[in-house]
């Protein structure tokens, strides 16, 4: 087994999640994962790295894959005995004027931005070590989601005490209310993505309250943040911020001292804790 510390980034073959590969093999002093559901993709990535004299590796992963998910987790633990740095960046998001029906963007986007990360967490939480760090890349989207929700809503989701299982709920329920055409009239804001990166944030905040509960001695640190708005394909080519800039926040989440004790359970953009 490795002693090396090991760096993990989902969906990371291109825009915002290559950019946090290509910064943590500059500056994290250990192995850096590139992941990619295509391994083709994945490849090409990590040969483009290696033309910048950068060493990246790289590890299949499908996040909407839960064999693709376990595989990874068995390979950190037999090769590295955990997991120091996990970045959960990978995401989707259909384009403002698609046509595809909005129970069907709904349900394949929170698919992938919720469950698959979900999925994720469930799966190599428990493997990450004693002063690990654990980033969540959500959206400022988030926020103007919770904005457009009932007041009902709002409250659930800023509540301190909402649990992973509500949260699970809330979010299927989001799906199922798109599929009859009521989500509106239940106090949904009309954005998959959206509710999607609310589930993220909210996932995030959960799950820095249980690792206060169950790993305290641990200092594993768990944010959630906003990279910005990053000119990728998911963006688009208007967006006025580098795939590099919209990497700097979650490299600086998942780079934080061993000495730091927050942020934690955080919603941080632009290298500042925001108001949820």
Request: glycine residues 8%; contains cysteine; proline residues 5%.
């Amino acid at each position: 087994m490795s002693n090396a510390q090991v760096a993990v980034v989902t969906g990371s073959n291109k825009g915002i999640g290559l950019a946090i590969v290509r910064a943590l093999c500059r500056q994290f002093p250990g192995d850096v994962y590139l992941t990619s559901r295509d391994p083709g993709r994945g490849q090409a990535a990590v040969a483009q790295l290696q033309q910048e004299g950068l060493r990246p590796l790289f590890h299949q992963l499908d996040i909407d894959d839960l064999q693709s998910i376990r595989a990874l987790r068995d390979f950190l633990r037999d090769k590295y005995g955990g997991l120091n740095v996990l970045v959960n960046n990978a995401g989707i998001a259909f384009k403002v004027h698609d046509t595809t029906p909005f129970a069907v963007q709904a349900e394949v986007t929170l698919k992938t931005n919720f469950f698959g990360t979900r999925n994720v967490c469930t799966e190599l939480l428990p493997l990450v070590k004693p002063y690990g760090r654990v980033v969540n890349v959500s959206s400022m989207v988030s926020s103007s989601a919770l904005r457009g929700c009932s007041q009902e809503l709002q409250q659930k989701f800023r509540s301190d005490t909402i649990t992973e299982e509500e949260l699970v709920q809330l979010m299927g329920k989001f799906v199922e209310d798109t599929k009859r055409g009521v989500h509106e009239k239940e106090g949904w804001p009309n954005t998959a993505y959206g509710v999607s990166k609310i589930g993220v944030t909210v996932l995030s905040r959960i799950q820095a309250r249980l690792l206060n509960e169950q790993r305290k001695g641990n200092h594993i640190l768990l944010n959630a943040c906003c990279p910005g708005w990053v000119r990728t394909d998911m963006a688009g080519p208007k967006a006025t911020k580098s795939p590099e800039e919209g990497a700097e926040t979650p490299v600086y989440l998942a780079l934080l001292p061993s000495s730091a004790d927050a942020p934690h359970g955080q919603f941080v953009s632009e290298k500042t804790v925001k108001p949820w």
